[in-house]
């Protein structure tokens, strides 16, 4: 079992990425996958290997060796977009979020629903780089784990297209995604890795735009997307994308477990079989308001997609119920976030110890992880204690 950073990040069987370039499985086998940033750190030998190297052979002939590398090529492509541009690299840190309470509230005409929410940013995250590009042209997009789109589909580049739309800028990047946050997990990383890319094309084009017409423009990327322009807490109504910041309502010490099986949750046909109906009658400022008093129990932790995703699969409520069982009372809460398929249990940073010992589990994603918020005109830091010594530049943008 491999375990990435203090945070106790754990894919098993899945592909782990590592600063030297190369991806590792649990088997312990490597798979190299290209990067468009520049290394640091090289040593004179190193240099001195790159482009040529002359020997003298025997007979008094010399020897040319021709030593292609393609790293160098690009840093030079880099080098000299640094000389004409003030910022041109830059890593940031993409939180995923939880839904603490999740209410449906009405259908809306448009064949949405109204929902009414308290999401908070976690500690969880992936690490992007991003490095201005010499194309006028092209985005170039890569990532650590298979499965994932590098095209227009991609949010990423779908954010980048429309800060380009909106402004007029020209900048196009060399993105690298490290994926640490599941896929179909509920956890809007996808959404934060939008708002990321938003961000960063703003510092690099000297902060043409305000946070507040990054969030406005946000939406027209998916519904969750503006939250992350939020502080980190919000209290989120309409399809998600009307967002009322709040003092978090949590402590940031409380710890908390995420598990999530592979199998994932389709968001339409989650919504699909939901029925207002038989769904929760409590008002969500009742929950908020209990949760600022009282802080997160079981009762205020209301899913109302919760069954409908139990309906799709079956085997995510049984989970979630041997979690509650297996955790003998050291959870305040568990509960779904999202449409699923991410079960958190808040109160203990440790999974229970079947995950651990069950052959049917050996593939189950699980991940500790702390509420966390933003400075205004900042953007998120991954907090110390889930770090890497050899982690990538913790750069933060600032306006």
């Known amino acids: 079992m491999a375990t990435m950073a203090a945070s106790h990040f754990f894919y098993r069987r899945h592909v782990i990425s590592s600063g030297d370039g190369t991806s590792k499985f649990a088997d312990g086998s490597l798979k190299q996958f290209s990067t468009f940033y520049k290394p640091k750190g090289f040593s004179s030998a190193q240099i001195n290997y790159r482009n040529l190297r002359t020997q003298a052979a025997s007979d008094g002939r010399k020897q040319v060796e021709i030593v292609y590398n393609l790293d160098e090529k690009l840093n030079k492509l880099a080098d000299g977009v640094d000389m004409n541009a003030g910022l041109s690299r830059l890593t940031l840190f993409s939180p995923c979020k939880i839904n603490v309470f999740l209410r449906i509230t009405s259908k809306r005409p448009d064949g949405f629903h109204d929902l009414a929410s308290l999401f908070h940013v976690i500690s969880l995250g992936d690490k992007i780089k991003f490095s201005l590009s010499p194309s006028k042209s092209t985005d170039r997009l890569s990532t ?71 969030q406005e423009w ?147 994603f699980f991940s500790e992880a702390k509420f966390i918020t933003r400075s205004d005109q900042q953007w998120y830091n991954e907090p110390s204690s889930s770090t890497n010594s050899d982690s990538l530049d913790q750069t933060s943008g600032t306006v």
């Open 218 to 364: 946000s939406g027209e990327i998916g519904s969750d997307v503006p939250f992350f322009f939020s502080n980190g807490a919000a209290y989120c109504t309409g399809r998600g994308e009307i967002i009322q910041d709040i003092p978090s309502p949590v402590p940031f010490d409380l710890p908390m477990v995420l598990i999530k099986p592979p199998e994932a949750c389709s968001t339409a046909e989650v919504y699909k079989r939901f029925r207002l109906d038989v769904s929760s009658t409590v008002a969500p400022l009742t929950l908020l308001e209990k949760i600022s008093k009282n802080g997160i129990s079981q009762d205020v932790c209301v899913n109302d997609l919760e069954p409908p995703a139990f309906e799709v699969l079956p085997s995510l409520k049984r989970l979630k119920q041997r979690i509650i069982a297996a955790g003998r009372g050291k959870y305040d809460a568990v509960f779904m976030s999202g449409s699923g398929s991410t079960i958190v249990g808040v109160g203990s940073p440790d999974p229970p110890q079947f995950i651990y010992d069950e052959e049917d589990f050996k593939d189950v």
């Open 144 to 214: 650590n784990v298979s499965g994932i789109p590098l095209d227009e589909r991609n949010l990423i580049i779908k954010a980048l297209n429309l800060y380009r739309k909106k402004t007029g800028s020209d900048k196009f990047f060399w993105v690298h995604v490290d994926k640490r946050v599941p896929t179909g997990a509920g956890l809007g990383g996808g959404s934060s890795n939008a708002a990321t890319a938003l961000w960063a094309a703003n510092q690099f084009s000297g902060c043409l735009a305000t946070e507040k017409e990054l």
